[in-house]
């Protein structure tokens, strides 16, 4: 491995690292939640984790409608590394709100809206990076990815508001505009949580970006003959021309 | 270049088109539960599995052997609700249930209880917060 190709932990690593032991010690110091006890300190993990894939989706949105614009490879990889860490951290904040929901609810999974629309994001965005998989030409992947990427995002309006527009199991938004039903503790620790994973996605995305650069070379040089071919040296027998050399 | 983007453009404006057409259609069928009030004005007695949620009512929670009694309500009408089943364990008066099984007109008998808790997070201990909402108020 070169020293250009191997991963260097950087500042931003080391950040996102302690903002997270941070956010940790805020959700245990956190008073505990009325309610529902202790189970609800998942809070912590379950908002942040679809909050980033909300985040992570809507950065490959603009990625992809910039690759349009201006043709640049560099955002068709934002697109595609936010796209795969929004896969991740969906799939995280449906594992947590399984565990909570077994807790509070009693049942680990239901065929609500809420559940069902989240459920259906993920397989599209799934999709996504599927569909990325597929095209091994670049500016083909690229320009095909970035369709899908701007449509899917559509999805996250019904995702967001399922639980005002029908009635679910899931409880509705504790956050609307000027009424947060959230005391100011709880509420300190949870913006704590989503600013620490809001650095690790950045983290992520930095890393994930250069080695889609690192993916690209390599597609290049696989593609384009760099030195002399095996057998260039050999020249093509002479047949039927035999006679006439001097 | 615009002409060759109509070949993706069409087909997803229809899928969004359809997709809008969908959650129309089917945003009777996305309607987890039935409310108490639904339950005595509009729907049948049956054997049709359905939910019903509502609060659970002070003071009309009665264990009963096997079974518990409980009223629901929704603030307007109450139902009287037979549970064989699972309490789960943030079961409480005043909480919100859901309750699934059959309504035979006077009784819902149920064996499968959910709780639908309320999307407010509120310490326990007693510090009376200055709402977020009275702040913004004020600036």
Partial sequence: ?246 | MIRRYWKFLVPAVLAVGLLIVLLINLSSNLVYFQTPTELLTEIEPSENRLRLGGQVVAGTVVENGETLLLTVTDGRESAAVVHAGVIPQLFAEGQGVIVEGTWDGSTFHSDSMLIRHDEQYRTGDDVVYDSVEHQLDDS
């Fill in chain 1, 1 to 246: 491995m070169s020293d250009a190709t191997r991963t260097r932990i950087g500042a931003l690593d080391i950040v996102a690292t302690v903002s997270v032991v941070f956010a940790l010690v805020f959700a245990i110091a956190s008073p505990r939640i009325e309610s529902q006890g202790e189970a609800a300190r998942l809070l912590f993990v379950h908002v942040p984790t679809i909050w980033l894939a909300y985040l992570a989706f809507a950065v490959t949105f603009v990625a992809s409608i910039l690759y349009l614009a201006t043709r640049r490879l560099r955002w068709d990889h934002v697109a595609g590394a936010s796209a795969e860490i929004g896969v991740v951290f969906t799939t995280v904040a449906i594992i947590g709100g399984m565990v909570w929901g077994k807790a509070t609810w009693n049942v680990y999974w239901t065929w609500d809206a809420r559940l069902t629309l989240t459920a259906i994001m993920l397989f599209v965005y799934i999709g996504y990076l599927a569909l990325r998989r597929v095209i091994a030409e670049p500016e083909a992947r690229a320009r095909r990815s970035a369709v899908l990427g701007i449509v899917g995002l559509v999805q996250l309006i019904p995702v967001h508001f399922s639980v005002t527009w029908w009635r679910t199991l899931h409880q509705t938004n504790t956050f609307r505009p000027r009424d947060i039903q959230m005391d100011g503790p709880i509420l300190a620790a949870l913006l704590v949580s989503v600013a620490a994973f809001t650095v690790v996605y950045a983290a992520l995305l930095r890393h994930r970006v250069r080695l889609e650069g690192l993916e690209l070379a390599a597609y290049a040089a696989a593609a384009a003959p760099v030195g002399p071919v095996a057998g260039d040296a050999v020249s093509a027998p002479n047949i039927g021309n035999s006679g006439a050399q001097p």
